[in-house]
Nanobody, 122 residues
Framework: QVQLVESGGGLVQAGESLKLSCAASGIIFSINDMGWYRQAPGKQRQLVARIRSGDSTDYADSVKGRFTISRDNAKNTVNLQMNSLEPEDTAVYYC????????????????WGQGTQVTVSS
């Protein structure tokens, strides 16, 4: 089985920073995309940032210039550095990864972490 475990959420004031981390464990051959999504109360889950195996990245317009996603392929981890946080960033943040578990199959299965709460007070 594969697990994604997030850490680093918490309560901060507007303008402050937080760093989220996510570690994938289990039987893993390789990881394709890794990313972070968030879901605020009453809203749909949305993409925050994504990083591909070649290190190209995508960001939601609302976080461009403030958030930075990075990954460590040797450790199967993905991080999200969040700067200049705003109250609108308050949400549960979920780690997401598309993982190949064996070398003889190109099928990548999608996995989700359990979520970590980020609260930004004004």
């Amino acid at each position: 089985q594969v697990q994604l475990v997030e850490s680093g959420g918490g309560l901060v004031q507007a303008g402050e920073s937080l760093k989220l981390s996510c570690a994938a464990s289990g039987i893993i051959f390789s990881i394709n995309d890794m990313g972070w999504y968030r879901q605020a109360p009453g809203k749909q889950r949305q993409l925050v940032a994504r990083i591909r195996s070649g290190d190209s990245t995508d960001y939601a317009d609302s976080v461009k210039g403030r958030f930075t996603i990075s990954r460590d392929n040797a450790k199967n981890t993905v991080n999200l550095q969040m700067n200049s946080l705003e109250p609108e960033d308050t949400a549960v943040y979920y780690c997401n990864a598309h993982i190949r578990r064996v070398s003889y199959s190109y099928i990548a299965t999608e996995y989700w972490g359990q979520g970590t709460q980020v609260t930004v007070s004004s």
